[in-house]
């Protein structure tokens, strides 16, 4: 019930993997066409989100969208893409999930 996002926050040499090949990943690891919802989790903590912390980002960040949304996802994208909000760490019981 409140509002948050469950999301990750990434930490990257940019010598060894860029931004834009991470963000060109995350569409590549989960389904950003299901509207608050990932597999069976359902409910708006689990809806798609990209958050980009500058207009040079969310430049890339967009860009990024339309090219999977172009030749992956034919047009269903529904992810979210908003300025970086608080970034809250979760209880250690949700740390090392994944």
């Known amino acids: 019930a409140t ?5 990750v926050r990434l930490t990257f040499e940019p010598s060894v993997v860029t ?3 991470l963000v060109d990943f995350f569409w590549e690891i989960h389904d950003p ?7 069976a989790d359902v409910g708006t903590q689990y809806r798609s989100v990209l958050y980009y912390a500058d207009e040079a ?11 999977a949304n172009a030749s992956t996802w ?4 529904v992810t979210e893409i908003a300025p ?10 949700h740390q090392d999930y994944y």
């Open 74 to 77: 034919d047009g269903k994208i």
């Open 57 to 67: 980002e969310k430049a890339l960040v967009l860009a990024s969208r339309d090219r």
């Open 19 to 21: 931004r834009v090949q």
């Open 84 to 93: 970086l909000p608080t970034f809250y760490i979760a209880e250690d019981y």
């Open 3 to 7: 509002g948050h996002a469950e999301v």
């Open 33 to 39: 066409t299901t509207l608050n919802r990932q597999g």
